[in-house]
């Protein structure tokens, strides 16, 4: 199918693109990468009366090292963090999030703010930057916001932007050190979206589990926390973790399972953020 017709705009400011979306409302739409707006207006399962094309907007393409971290343009693409032509200051994570993201093409065109703001809970940008516990800075008319990572992606695929909001940029705070990271996607096969995505930050000091993050992607409509997982691994090396007491804790945070199915999906979550754990198959 082809699009609907639509007003095509192509802003060079910031300003200019908050300009238009105040006029337009939600009749507007932001493409970026296009890698998942494309097709959606190509199904017609969206039909806005504008596109305004952010991809010539050079402020959203710069990356910065902050006082405690760094600050992404929303329009850097996948690829760049895989290749690490732009700073990471998570000794890896970024560059193996973004390297795992469909194919190269799409990691060459899609970007981090476009993917944040298509908001799906199978992406890993959500997961990783809720992890982190990143910020999102959306700016409109009124002036910027900052929005935790944690709080951005409110349901199946909608977002806390208000429509005349762009996201600008995203601030991702420095890895500790002592603090060790974990990511394990479950995928049918290469390019394809997650079955299950888990990244674990783990902190251990003279071989003790001091703190554990762990969130779990693909598992509910929102990247999921599963915050029981700091209070079983805590005050004892990391190796002395059992698997089943790990798909268990992964199992709670899940709704309970009444089909084969369903059981299917919850084990394959525990096994995916065990993995993550990076604790090897000791059962
Ligand atoms: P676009 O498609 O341009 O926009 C997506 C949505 O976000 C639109 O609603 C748009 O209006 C809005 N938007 C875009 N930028 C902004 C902004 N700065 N502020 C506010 N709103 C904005 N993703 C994964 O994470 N993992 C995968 O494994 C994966 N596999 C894929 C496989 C295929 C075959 C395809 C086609 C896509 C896949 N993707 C995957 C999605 C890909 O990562 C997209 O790049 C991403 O979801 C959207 O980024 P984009 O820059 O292309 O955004």
Not at 5 to 18: C, W
Not at 29 to 43: E, R
Not at 96 to 106: F, L, P, Q
Not at 159 to 170: C, F, I, P, R
Request: hydrophobic residues 45%; charged residues 20%; proline residues 6%.
């Amino acid at each position: 199918m082809k699009p609907a017709p639509f007003e095509y705009r192509a802003p060079g400011t910031v300003a200019e693109v908050v300009e238009l979306l105040h006029e337009q409302g939600d009749s507007a739409k932001i493409l970026a990468g296009g890698q998942s707006l494309v097709p959606m207006l190509n199904m017609r399962l969206a039909r806005p009366d504008m596109i305004v094309d952010i991809s010539h907007v050079p402020q959203l393409r710069d990356v910065q090292i902050t006082a405690d971290g760094c600050r992404y343009g929303a329009a850097v693409v996948h690829s760049a963090i895989e290749d690490q032509r732009v700073p990471d200051l998570t000794r890896g994570l970024l560059p193996a999030a973004a390297a795992g993201i469909g194919y190269r093409a799409i990691r060459n065109r899609g970007t981090i703010g476009g993917s944040l703001s298509h908001a799906a809970s199978s992406a890993e940008w959500p997961i990783v930057m809720a992890a982190l516990d990143a910020t999102i800075i959306c700016q409109s008319i009124r002036g910027s916001r900052n929005v935790p990572a944690r709080e951005f992606v409110l349901g199946f695929l909608t977002n806390a932007l208000e429509d005349d909001e762009l996201v600008t940029e995203v601030d991702v705070p420095a890895l500790a050190s002592g603090v060790s990271w974990g990511l394990h996607k479950t995928a049918r096969k290469p390019g394809e979206f997650a079955d299950s995505f888990a990244v674990t930050l783990v902190e251990e000091t003279e071989g003790v589990v001091t703190n554990v993050v762990a969130w779990l992607g693909a598992a509910s409509d929102v990247p999921l926390n599963v915050d029981t997982l700091d209070g079983l691994l805590r005050s004892r090396p990391l190796q002395e973790a059992r698997k089943s007491e790990v798909l268990a804790a992964v199992a709670a945070s899940l709704p309970e399972p009444h089909t084969k199915d369903e059981e299917y999906r919850t084990h394959l979550h525990g096994v995916t953020m065990w993995r993550a754990l990076h604790v090897g198959e000791a059962t």
